[in-house]
Nanobody, 122 residues
C-alpha cells in the first residue's frame, strides 16, 4: 500500500507560479512512474504530466507544455510540479498518482493522493 501526500496548492494571480509536491510512502515501495492529474468543477479528470523513475522520461499535456515542469527525487519518492505562467483555466484540484508507466491514461496509476486545490484568479 502506498500513501501519497500533496502540498503546495493555493491561490495565485494569473501569470504567477506555484510548486506542487507529492511524497510517497513507504519509500521502499517500488514505483515506475509518478504523475499529476487535475479536475476542475464540472469537468472530467485530465492528465497534466508524468515522469518515469527509471531514466526520468517525461510526458506533458499540450495545454501545459512550456509552462509546467515535472521533476522527481527518486531517493525521497517525491515528485514536483513547477507551474509557471498560470492561467485561470488551470484552476482545479491537482492530484498525484503512482503507477506502472508514464502515460496520460489514468488506469495504469494504482495509487492516488487526496488532491490539492490550485486557484488562479484573473
Amino acid at each position: 500500500q502506498v500513501q501519497l501526500v500533496e502540498s503546495g496548492g493555493g491561490l495565485v494571480q494569473a501569470g504567477g507560479s506555484l510548486r506542487l509536491s507529492c511524497a510517497a510512502s513507504p519509500r521502499t515501495f517500488p514505483i515506475n512512474a509518478m504523475g499529476w492529474f487535475r479536475q476542475a468543477p464540472g469537468k472530467e479528470r485530465e492528465f497534466v504530466a508524468a515522469i518515469s523513475t527509471i531514466g526520468s522520461s517525461t510526458s506533458y499535456a499540450d495545454s501545459v507544455k512550456g509552462r509546467f515542469t515535472i521533476s522527481g527525487d527518486n531517493a525521497k519518492k517525491t515528485v514536483y510540479l513547477q507551474m509557471n505562467s498560470l492561467k485561470p483555466e488551470d484552476t482545479a484540484v491537482y492530484s498525484c498518482a503512482v503507477g506502472r508507466a508514464v502515460t496520460p491514461d489514468p488506469y495504469p496509476y494504482d495509487y492516488w493522493g487526496q488532491g490539492t486545490q490550485v486557484t488562479v484568479s484573473s
